[in-house]
């Protein structure tokens, strides 16, 4: 619990809430659980994960229209109690709203988890007829529900209309002595507004007068027992309805236990949703919970409630971070400027670890790789405590020990300037020995500080990590970035310098500070320096890349173009000689006739057989002569491809169907022995 309210995850539960379709589900959001086991966590996530892809899928989103919070009504009626119209009707709008709900489900494939939840739900169709039949959506109980209510309102009506003629007439016949013209109620009793002064010419029981006096509201002698048996009527219609509603509300009572889970899976299915529509809005990643020989990797890892405070709140841009812990790390120390962002980092991390834990996305791309961790412990925030007589350094101390007696091997421990508030020389001592402590005993501890001495543990103990916060020397502002590997360096005297402090003092301070830190500064700028410059040839290669594969797609796909000019042109050429060769064989088949319908000689029919070689001659080219194959290619040479008519290099021998593999620029085919030669 204390862990939660250092990392403000109340906030997040109320965020959360607003993606809730029900009050059910805005109810358990905001009482958000976080479970004890990782196939808890996983069952959540898979929930997660289907809502996620259901709901894009269904048009117009899933829909949870109707559903209610009858838990109370149920459990009421369970106890044989009687229940109000409305929440009977709460009860029937529950009931049809699961059913659109599970007809959603029905005939898709890909959510396992959702259709076994809503498989087996009964909705009671019949129950909700039921109470549509005797009750609308208003709550108000319909005639149609007995016969003897019908009745009763008939008989209602009719009086009340005798009533009102009555009173009319008597308005009519007697408008001076009334101080407004119009019928009104006392205690449900029919009345008029009567003039004091003139009460006498209106004679009845007067039952309610003005605050000035002025006024009596008098019903008249001749509708007393008119108003008697209207209160009767009204009575019997009372218990009428009362009846009805005892009646229905038996019928819930026997439902009463399959009413109760349905409600329990219609508010799992509703928190699942709202923690995917959540996911969606922070442009969040799947988790997936790492072994210990998994890196821990969240790349472009933000705050979300600092994603909320800028979307909402006019807040400043989320800056994401860049995570990638190797399993070999139990401890990561993070050093650096204030107000750089390191207890940002801190509670970053430590929300990311709650939230998968919870079921919920995490505001990272993908892959996203963490272990489940069974405690997340911290330590963040001033504990000092004037009623407890508590200093910074004694508040700490006090949480740090409830910490040390919950850690377990696979917990999460977040430490923030850990052995502050005390002499440097001491705290920094202590916080080298809590961290090896907890580096031995934690899955995985993050601690921020100011103490350069830890910034050495990483060079005499392999389970330990430097990260800092970045820090722009020419604005004097930090950047929010995190820095892996490199230990952060002091800032304060540059910042005096930039701001004016005068150049004597600093140089004192410099002297006090010693050539050793110096040194030590010097060669953290070098490193950051190369850390600038690899950056900018990484950018550069992945541009280089990019541009790679942009040109070697444009190749593919101009090959593939000529490969089809290609074999369009060879089709058209087939095509033509097609058309030569029917050509020649029409007119061969003229001279045939010709001859067959005349008396000519031989000397003519050889004439005829000359004329007919020389148009196939004029109409078929000569074929191409066949060449043995005798050049056998080897890997390396280099050939000329016959179809292409290009120069390529032999990659494999002959296989046993006489092909061979042949590259060609970057491209690489199969071709017959046959389409290639060799170069001379």
């Not at 990392?7 to 993606?19: D, N, S």
């Not at 000529?562 to 050509?583: G, H, N, P």
């Amino acid at each position: 619990m204390e862990t939660l309210e250092l990392l403000e995850w109340q906030r997040l539960c109320k965020h959360l809430a607003t993606f809730a379709a029900t009050k059910l589900g805005k109810n358990r959001a905001l009482a958000l659980t976080i479970p004890d086991t990782i196939e808890a966590s996983q069952i959540l996530l898979q929930q997660t994960a289907e809502c996620y892809r259901l709901d894009a899928v269904v048009p117009g989103g899933l829909s949870l229209e109707g559903i209610r919070d009858i838990s109370d009504a149920v459990k009421r009626a369970d106890k044989q109690g009687t229940l109000s119209a409305l929440e009977l009707v709460d009860i029937a709008s529950t009931l049809r709203g699961v059913r659109q709900l599970r007809r959603s489900l029905e005939n898709r494939d890909g959510f396992p988890l959702l259709q076994s939840m809503v498989a087996d739900l009964r909705t009671y169709p019949e129950l909700e007829q039921a109470i549509y039949h005797c009750i609308d959506e208003s709550g108000t109980v319909l005639e149609r529900a007995s016969e003897k209510l019908a009745s009763i309102r008939q008989s209602l009506r009719t009086l009340k209309e005798h009533i009102w003629q009555t009173l009319q007439s008597l308005i009519q016949r007697k408008a001076a002595a009334l101080q407004e013209l119009v019928i009104t109620q006392r205690n449900d009793r029919y009345v008029l507004a009567v003039k004091a002064s003139h009460k006498d010419q209106i004679p009845g029981v007067v039952h309610d007068s003005s605050s000035s006096g002025m006024t009596l509201f008098v019903e008249p002698e001749g509708l007393v027992a008119k108003n008697n048996q209207l209160r009767q009527l009204q009575a019997q219609e009372e218990r009428e309805i009362a009846q009805i509603l005892r009646h229905l509300s038996a019928k819930v009572t026997a439902v009463a236990p399959d009413l109760l889970r349905l409600v329990e899976v219609v508010t799992t299915i509703d928190l699942a949703l709202a923690r995917a529509r959540y996911a969606y809005w922070l442009e969040a990643s799947p988790p997936q919970f790492s072994d210990r020989d998994t890196p821990i990797t969240l790349q472009q890892l933000r705050h979300p409630l600092l994603v909320w405070q800028e979307r909402y709140e006019q807040g400043h841009p989320v800056v994401p971070i860049d995570i990638k812990i190797p399993p070999t790390i139990t401890a990561v120390v993070i050093t650096g400027p204030n107000t750089g962002g390191k207890t940002a980092t801190l509670k970053t991390f430590g929300l990311a670890a709650l939230m998968a834990k919870a079921g919920l996305f995490i505001p990272a791309q993908e892959p996203v790789c963490l272990p489940w961790f069974d405690h997340v412990l911290a330590d963040i925030g001033d504990e000092q405590s004037l009623e407890q007589n508590l200093s910074t350094f004694s508040g700490h101390i006090t949480r740090i020990i409830r910490i040390l007696q919950q850690t377990t091997p696979q917990s999460l421990v977040l430490l923030d300037e850990v052995g502050a508030g005390t002499d440097p020389t001491e705290g920094s001592a202590l916080a080298a020995a809590l961290l090896e402590h907890f580096a031995a005993h934690a899955r995985l501890t993050i601690a921020t500080t100011h103490f350069g001495e830890l910034k050495a543990l990483k060079y005499r103990d392999p389970r330990f990590e430097n990260a800092s916060v970045e820090f722009d020397d020419v604005s004097l502002a930090p950047t929010y970035r995190l820095l892996w590997g490199i230990p952060g360096r002091s800032k304060a005297l540059i910042i005096a310098q930039r701001l004016g402090l005068p150049p004597a003092i600093l140089a004192r301070a410099q002297a006090q500070v010693g050539l050793g830190t110096e040194e030590i500064n010097r060669v953290i700028t070098a490193l950051e320096q190369q850390r600038r410059e690899q950056e900018q040839k990484t950018a550069l290669v992945t541009q280089l890349l990019q541009d790679t594969e942009r040109l070697h797609q444009e190749i593919l796909l101009k090959s593939g173009n000529l490969r089809t000019q290609y074999q369009d042109l060879r089709r058209q050429q087939e095509q033509e000689v097609k058309q030569a060769i029917a050509q020649a064989k029409k007119e061969i088949a003229r001279v045939i006739r010709k001859l067959q319908n005349s008396n000519q000689t031989v000397e003519d029919v050889q004439w005829a057989e000359k004329q007919l070689e020389e148009l196939q001659k004029r109409h078929l080219p000569p074929p191409p002569p066949t060449p043995e194959q005798t050049y056998v290619p080897q890997v390396g040479d280099r050939v000329k491809i016959l179809p292409l008519d290009k120069v390529g290099q032999v990659l494999t021998p002959p296989n046993g169907a006489g092909e061979i593999s042949v590259r060609l620029g970057t491209l690489k085919m199969t071709l017959p022995c046959k389409d290639v030669a060799p170069l001379p």
